[in-house]
């Protein structure tokens, strides 16, 4: 099911054998946008600060409570205490600039997340004057370079397709979320495909099924192309 990820910051992560600590941050993987770690505030129940829990590892969820059951005990929570490989904090890019083909367009306000994968699969952009202030469903298939030092990602798409997206409604049902969200990634009439998949080229040819077949060869031939 999709979720907001900002939404699921300060959650509560309990091991077999206890309170782990809370979800501070998610760390996430660029550009395939998998989250690979769930940053964890241990506080003092364990040694070495910070712990990072693999997403694998949440067997249970009460998002009532928001609480998260993990599988395996403290110490084994703690053995696995380490330092990330260069992964993406996910905290960070909130209020990344969003910039499209013809320049900026707003600025990132949330991450939708697919809690079964794990993958972020949309950005939330709050357009503020250029979108008259909607937030708006930008799916990170359509996301190329990111600038971390400029605070800035590109989404080299057209102006029109980013104003056609789906609004975003924070406190919408979340089965009307993933109605929205599918809405996104509908083909165009002029049947083009997002230009990141020239970046990555077997996601480009997977993710062109979902367009249909004169998309998945307007991909496959924007991929021989960019060679």
């Keep these: 099911m999709l979720r907001?990820?900002?939404?699921?910051l300060g959650y509560r992560l309990t091991a077999d054998d206890g309170e782990v600590g809370r979800c501070v941050d998610f760390l996430l993987e660029q550009p395939t946008w998998i989250v690979r770690y769930v940053l964890v505030d241990a506080g003092a129940r364990l040694d070495g600060g910070p712990v990072l829990v693999s997403?694998?590892?949440?067997?249970k969820s009460d998002w009532g409570s928001r609480r998260w059951a993990l599988d395996g005990t403290r110490e084994q929570m703690e053995t696995e205490s380490a330092s990330?490989?260069?992964?993406q904090s996910l905290k960070r890019l909130i209020g990344f600039g969003l910039d499209d083909a013809e320049g900026n367009v707003g600025h990132i306000e949330d991450l939708i997340v697919d809690d079964d994968s794990w993958h972020c699969r949309?950005?939330?952009?709050?357009?503020e004057i250029r979108l008259s202030g909607r937030r708006t469903l930008v799916p990170t298939e359509w996301v190329g370079q990111l600038h971390v030092e400029e605070h800035r990602v590109e989404a080299p798409v057209p102006r029109a397709r980013i104003e056609g997206g789906p609004e975003y409604h924070p406190?919408?049902?979340l089965h009307q979320l993933?109605?929205?969200a599918n809405d996104a990634l509908r083909p165009t009439a002029d049947d083009?495909?997002?230009?990141s998949w020239r970046f990555n080229p077997p996601l480009a040819w997977a993710s062109a099924v979902q367009w249909g077949t004169r998309g998945l060869k307007a991909a496959l031939a924007r991929?021989?192309?960019g060679r």
């Design 4 to 8: 907001s990820a900002s939404r699921i």
């Design 55 to 59: 997403p694998l590892r949440l067997r």
């Design 84 to 87: 990330a490989p260069a992964l």
């Design 122 to 127: 949309y950005l939330v952009v709050n357009g």
């Design 171 to 173: 406190g919408a049902p």
């Design 178 to 180: 993933q109605v929205a």
């Design 192 to 195: 083009s495909v997002p230009p």
């Design 223 to 225: 991929t021989i192309q």
